[in-house]
């Protein structure tokens, strides 16, 4: 079984930055695809970003680009999702997902196996 724990979200002003990490547990996992993905209140989650489980490829959200940046810490198996430049829109809970059938990392939700509870980020215009 994988566990995914996210962390890093808070409070922050517009144009500020703010760091996301996703810590894994399980057996396997670091060889997982990753993502991010985000949920609004009254909306549907959505996409954000995914890496692939070496780090070599990633993949943005049109939302997200040029903002945004998922990396990974291969010693500490963790995955990062440092947020630039960002909008009140951005508010969101931000999760973590780990794909076990693939190696790189998509943006369809119903591909991912595991999920971490949430973290909020809230941003203040």
């Known amino acids: 079984q994988v566990q995914l724990v996210e962390s890093g979200g808070g409070l922050v002003q517009a144009g500020g930055s703010l760091r996301l990490s996703c810590a894994a547990s399980g057996r396997a996992c670091s060889t997982y695809a990753r993502g991010w993905f985000r949920q609004a209140p009254g909306k549907e989650r959505e996409f954000v970003a995914a890496?692939?489980?070496?780090?070599?490829?990633?993949y943005y959200a049109d939302s997200g680009k040029d903002r945004f940046t998922i990396s990974r810490d291969k010693a500490k198996n963790l995955r990062y999702l440092q947020m630039n430049s960002l909008k009140p829109e951005d508010t969101a809970v931000y999760y973590c997902?780990?794909?076990?059938?693939?190696?790189?990392?998509?943006?369809?939700?119903?591909?991912?196996?595991?999920w971490g509870q949430g973290t909020q980020v809230t941003v203040s215009s």
């Open positions: 997902a780990a794909d076990r059938q693939r190696h790189i990392g998509r943006p369809f939700e119903y591909e991912y196996d595991y």
């Open positions: 890496i692939s489980w070496n780090g070599g490829n990633t």
